[in-house]
């Protein structure tokens, strides 16, 4: 087996381990507070992955294309698009913690062609197909966004063809959609068996998640100034 294919292979465990770096877990942890269910917490970290690896797979493939990595003030600039993302779901989260400690408003909507009212969130919870598929591959979508150019210049410096500079950021992929899913899907179980700590999870995890957005950009914005 050559140098070549193994390096491409080993993209597979290296994005296995990316997807269990901080900012991503506090992400999709932050998301999955919302659900108690291990396949849909799964299903939401694989779509995180998904959106994660079309950004990774987009970028590079320009990027090869045109012989370049990417400049570092747009690098930055992705990066703390991520920062931004990160304390935009931690008040988000925040935001759902405290209106499930509340009463809540009287709410009317419709099932089909049935209309009924409820009073607050501890009635039921409805979550559309489309709702929980598009939020996850977003902020995937940013964060793909950000390790494209590390990313890059690592395939750059240790592949020589297009086409194994490709191979490897596209199984670098499936590794974190793989990874995230694994992640996912545990948090999903931990929230099964804490059923009633659910508002406390999101209130921790929402405050984490403003702090590590907030320490992470830190440092960028010197890198922009």
Not at 35 to 57: C, E, N, P, Y
Not at 97 to 125: C, D, F, L, N
Not at 135 to 154: D, Y
């Amino acid at each position: 087996m050559s140098s070549s294919i193994v390096g491409v292979l080993l993209g597979l465990v290296v994005g296995l381990r990316h997807a269990f770096e901080p900012d991503h877990l506090t992400a999709v942890a932050t998301l999955a507070t919302e659900t108690r269910d291990a396949r849909r917490g799964a299903a939401l970290g694989a779509l995180w992955g998904l959106g994660h690896t079309l950004s990774l797979i987009i970028v590079g493939i320009i990027l090869i294309a045109v012989g370049e990595v990417l400049p570092a003030r747009l690098a930055a600039s992705f990066e703390l698009a991520v920062s931004g993302v990160l304390v935009a779901l931690g008040v988000r989260a925040l935001v759902k913690a405290w209106r499930q400690g509340q009463v809540g408003e009287i709410t009317s909507h419709r099932h089909g062609g049935a209309a009924h009212v409820h009073v607050g969130p501890e009635a039921h919870v409805h979550v559309g197909r489309w709702t929980l598929a598009w939020r996850p591959l977003a902020v995937g979508l940013v964060h793909g966004l950000a390790g494209s150019g590390a990313l890059t210049a690592l395939v750059f410096a240790k592949l020589p063809s297009a086409a194994e500079r490709i191979g490897y950021i596209a199984v670098f992929g499936i590794g974190s959609i793989v990874g995230m899913a694994a992640a996912s899907a545990l948090v999903g179980i931990s929230l099964r068996s804490l059923q009633r700590s659910q508002r406390g999870l999101m209130i921790v995890a929402g405050a984490l998640s403003i702090v590590l957005g907030v320490v992470w950009s830190l440092p960028l914005w010197a890198q922009l100034a």
